[in-house]
């Protein structure tokens, strides 16, 4: 809930944390087009971090 509430308001660590914990589906359904969604706010506005820790996460995605 705090990592949404500060996304919707534009912070882009939220932006990218929330991300993450949709695709990691943590305390949310899994959702990897939820998880997109948040990810490119967050690469919008800080692109080289954003963009290199989302290239380091890609472990995180789950196994279907």
């Known amino acids: ?5 500060a996304a919707e308001n534009g912070e882009p660590r939220a932006q990218f944390s929330l991300g993450l914990l ?3 589906g943590q ?4 959702d990897l087009k939820e998880a ?5 706010k967050a ?7 954003c963009m290199n820790a ?3 996460s890609k472990n995180l995605l789950p196994l279907r």
């Open 1 to 5: 809930k705090e990592f949404r509430a």
């Open 22 to 24: 949709y695709i990691r």
């Open 27 to 30: 305390g949310v359904k899994p």
């Open 36 to 40: 997109m969604k948040w990810l490119r």
């Open 43 to 49: 690469a919008a506005s800080r692109p080289k971090p």
């Open 54 to 56: 989302f290239l380091k």
